[in-house]
C-alpha cells in the first residue's frame, strides 16, 4: 500500500498523475478484506503505541482486562477495546492539564493547539504534532483530490478561524494539494457581502464552510445584485453539521451555485476530520478506513451493527501519534452501507451522511424527531426562506411542536392569500414526513438571525415549564 507506515512518512512532493481519480489507487480500490488485514496490523502498532506512552490507555485498559497482545483479530479490538468518550478526555485534561494523560509525545513537540470552545463545561485541547499536522494535509489533500479538485484551483475557505479544526484542516489540505489557498474566513460584521464580492471577483473552483453559512451567502449574494451562480464554483464542500447529504439541502444549495455539493466532516477530536468525504461518482461520505477506522455501533451496547443499520460512529486513528484516539465514540447517528461505491473505491459508506447528535434527537408525543429532518423537509418546499426555528412546548399535558418559518420574498409579495397556502402546505409536509402533528407560524423575511458558523435551531421550551412546575410543587409542600 502507498506510503502505508506508522508513524506515517509520506513524500510531500508526489501528486497523482492529473487524470486519476485516485490519489492512493491500490488503498483506496483493494479488496475490503486485503484492507482489513493491513488495518488490524496497524491497530496492533498504535495499540501497543498507546499502550507504552500513553497511561491513559493503560489505565483503562487494564481495568478493562485488555492488553494488545491480545489482539489478533478485528473482533477482537472491537470487543475487548473499551470506548472512550468526551467526558473521559475532559476529566484526563482536568487531572492533567492542558492535554491530558493520553499525550503521546512531549509537550516541546507540539506543534498546533485547537479545541473545542468549552461552551457546555470545560474546552478540550486539541495538541497536534508537527508529523501529525503533515500527516492530516496529506489525508486531505487526497480527499480533495477524490472530489475533483487539482492542484493550481483556487479553494476559498469561509469558515472562522479559531481553536475551530474545520476552517484549518481545510487549509492545510488545500496547501498541500498545491491548490491557491484563500483563506476568507467568516464570522466578522459585513464579512458575507465582501465574501460575495470577491467570489464574484476571483472565481475560485471550490468553496467550503457549512451549509447554512452557503445558503445564508447565496441570500446575501442576490440582496447586493449578485448572481451565486456567477461565481463559477465547481465544488463546495461542507462540514460543521448535518446538511450536505441530505437531499433537500444538497439540492438547493447546488441549484444556488451551480457546482457539486460534498459532505466531509466527523469530530475535531478526530482530525483528519475529512476521514468521512464524498467522492466525485458517490453520494454521501465514504470512510476512509486506512486513515480512521470507522465502525458503526449500537449506541447503548457499543458492539457494531450490520451494515444496512443506524448507529453512532466509534472512530480510532490510524496515522495519528501525539494525541491518538483509539475507539471514541462520537454520539452521532449515521446509517451506513457497505462498499464499493460507483466511485470505484472499496470503503464502507454513510449514504445519507451523519444525521444528527444522538442528544439532540427530541421526542414529541411518542415520534424520535431530529432537526435535520425537519430542515430537509423545508429545504424541499418551494417558498421556503432560508430560515425557520423549532420550539417545543407543552400545552398541559401534551407536548407541541411549533416550526417558526420564513416565506421567500416570492410568496410574501403575493399577499396574505399566498402566505396562508405556504403555511398549510409546510404543516401538512412536515406532519407525513415525521408523523407529528406540526403548527406553523410564519416569520417575517431576514427576522431569525442568520449564522456564519453552526446553525442552532431548537428551542426546547418543555425544561422551562418542568422547572417552573417543579418549583411550584415544592413551593406548595
Not at 460584521?189 to 464580492?197: F, H, I, K, L
Request: charged letters at 25%; glycine letters at 8%.
Amino acid at each position: 500500500m502507498e506510503q502505508w507506515s506508522f508513524p506515517p512518512r509520506y513524500d510531500n512532493s508526489y501528486l497523482p498523475d492529473p487524470s486519476s481519480r485516485y490519489w492512493f489507487e491500490r488503498r483506496e480500490t483493494m479488496p475490503a478484506g486485503e484492507r482489513d488485514a493491513a488495518i488490524l496490523r496497524r491497530l496492533q502498532e498504535v495499540c501497543a503505541y498507546a499502550y507504552e506512552k500513553a497511561p491513559f490507555y493503560r489505565e483503562k485498559w487494564d481495568e478493562a482486562g485488555f492488553h494488545p497482545s491480545q489482539l489478533k483479530t478485528l473482533e477482537d479490538f472491537e470487543t475487548r477495546v473499551p470506548v472512550v468518550e468526551k467526558a473521559n478526555l475532559r476529566r484526563s485534561q482536568t487531572a492533567h492539564p492542558p492535554f491530558g494523560n493520553y499525550l503521546c509525545v512531549p509537550e516541546s513537540e507540539v506543534f498546533h493547539v485547537h479545541g473545542s470552545s468549552g461552551t457546555t463545561g470545560r474546552p478540550t485541547a486539541f495538541a497536534i504534532g508537527r508529523d501529525d499536522w503533515d500527516a492530516i494535509a496529506n489525508a486531505h489533500a487526497r480527499i480533495m483530490w477524490a472530489m475533483g479538485l487539482r492542484p493550481g484551483d483556487t479553494i476559498c475557505v469561509a469558515a472562522v478561524f479559531s481553536l475551530y479544526m474545520g476552517s484549518w484542516g481545510a487549509l492545510v489540505g488545500a496547501e498541500r494539494l498545491g491548490a491557491k489557498a484563500f483563506p476568507f474566513g467568516a464570522g466578522a460584521a459585513g464579512m458575507s457581502a465582501r465574501c460575495a464580492q470577491w467570489l464574484d471577483m476571483l472565481k475560485p473552483a471550490a468553496f467550503y464552510g457549512t451549509p447554512t453559512y452557503a445558503l445564508h451567502l447565496a441570500d446575501v449574494a442576490r440582496e447586493n445584485g449578485l448572481n451565486p451562480r456567477d461565481f463559477g464554483l465547481k465544488v463546495m464542500f461542507f462540514s460543521g453539521e448535518p446538511g450536505a447529504s441530505i437531499p433537500g439541502i444538497r439540492d438547493r444549495i447546488e441549484e444556488l451555485y451551480g457546482a457539486r455539493v460534498y459532505d466531509s466532516g466527523s469530530m475535531g477530536e478526530m482530525t483528519p476530520w475529512m476521514h468521512l468525504g464524498g467522492a466525485e461518482g458517490s453520494e454521501g461520505m465514504l470512510c476512509w478506513q486506512d486513515v480512521v477506522y470507522t465502525e458503526v455501533c449500537d449506541p447503548e451496547t457499543n458492539a457494531r451493527v450490520p451494515y444496512g443499520r443506524r448507529g453512532t460512529p466509534i472512530y480510532t486513528h490510524l496515522e495519528r501519534s501525539s494525541q491518538p484516539m483509539i475507539r471514541l465514540k462520537s454520539g452521532d447517528l449515521a446509517l451506513w452501507e457497505q462498499g464499493p461505491t460507483p466511485c470505484g473505491r472499496t470503503y464502507p459508506h454513510l449514504p445519507m451522511g451523519i444525521v444528527g447528535r444522538i442528544d439532540d434527537q427530541f421526542t414529541i408525543r411518542g415520534e424520535n424527531v431530529y432537526p435535520s429532518e425537519i430542515d430537509a423537509a423545508l429545504n424541499q418546499l418551494r417558498g421556503y426562506g432560508g430560515e425557520h426555528r423549532i420550539i417545543i412546548s407543552r400545552d398541559a399535558r401534551m407536548d407541541e411542536l411549533v416550526v417558526r418559518v420564513e416565506a421567500d420574498s416570492a410568496v410574501a409579495q403575493k399577499g396574505d392569500a399566498a402566505m396562508e397556502a405556504f403555511r398549510r402546505e409546510a404543516s401538512d409536509y412536515l406532519q407525513r414526513l415525521i408523523g407529528v402533528r406540526t403548527n406553523v407560524e410564519l416569520a417575517p423575511q431576514n427576522s431569525i438571525e442568520r449564522t456564519d458558523f453552526k446553525a442552532r435551531r431548537v428551542i426546547d421550551n418543555r425544561e422551562i415549564l418542568q422547572q417552573a412546575m417543579a418549583q411550584q410543587e415544592k413551593a406548595r409542600s
